[in-house]
């Protein structure tokens, strides 16, 4: 009867183990979280300023998208938009007389974990902007400034002390929410770490190595936000 392999060998890289499977799931999960984030964050500043100074009509619309994003749970939006957002597009293609395509996982993962991820963006910058002071949009305006040069010089240097604390957790979650696209069937760590344990029948093991996986990519995480936040902060007086 042959010997359960051990520890090392389960986590050795090559044919033996499962070691280069983990490390392409954990390097797959955070390329999906960097791209989704930085969506996340452009939709996030569109969606701030349209609520803050865009039309009535923006503003009706990004209410509706932040307010349906938080209140339905990540899963079921990640299943909705990736099989009804399929589906919608290869109807509109073959209405136009295209050929129907087939979306790839990581382009999808990328558009609804970004897609998600911007309600939230939205959220935090809009209230980091509202914390700046009246008196320095207002002196900025009576200089003549453009609303460009406003918002590159006077309202995205000020609202950064506010905001990086908010951003820093919702990149911690969208490095989480990468899991949820297991579901879908692309393979990043949750679904590298279950097929390994499906094979090996070892699954406290390789979960347990998972999680120390997230461990590792939450504590660099933080440590590079809090690097980030003392850079933007330098030269504001410390609380007490």
């Known amino acids: 009867m042959a010997a359960k392999p051990g520890f090392p060998e389960i986590l050795a890289f090559g044919p033996t183990g499962y070691g280069d499977e983990l490390l392409w799931g954990a390097a797959m999960s955070i390329s999906i979280a960097l791209l989704a984030y930085s969506l996340g964050l452009i939709i996030g500043i569109i969606g701030a300023l349209c609520k803050l100074d865009g039309s009535p009509l923006t503003r009706g619309i990004m209410e509706g998208y932040t307010t349906l994003v938080r209140a339905v749970p990540e899963l079921i939006l990640i299943l909705i938009l990736y099989y009804a957002g399929t589906a919608t597009l290869n109807q509109l293609l073959e209405s136009a007389g295209y050929e129907t395509v087939a979306i790839n996982g990581f382009v999808a993962a990328v558009l609804v974990l970004g897609f998600v991820q911007g309600a939230y963006s939205t959220e935090v910058l809009r209230a980091a902007i509202q914390a700046i002071p009246v008196g320095q949009m207002e002196a900025a305006k009576a200089y003549g400034m ?77 440590k590079g936000f809090a690097i980030l936040e003392k850079r933007v902060r330098r030269g504001q007086r410390k609380l007490a």
Do not use: C, H
């Open 146 to 222: 453009s609303p460009w040069l406003i918002f590159r010089r006077i309202t995205l240097p000020s609202m950064l002390p506010y905001a990086i604390p908010g951003l820093a957790n919702l990149w911690l979650i969208v490095t989480k929410d990468t899991a949820l696209i297991a579901v879908v069937g692309y393979t990043e760590l949750a679904l590298a770490t279950r097929q390994a344990a499906g094979n090996t029948k070892m699954y406290f093991t390789f979960f347990m190595v998972a999680g120390l996986i997230y461990l590792i990519i939450t504590l660099i995480s933080q």
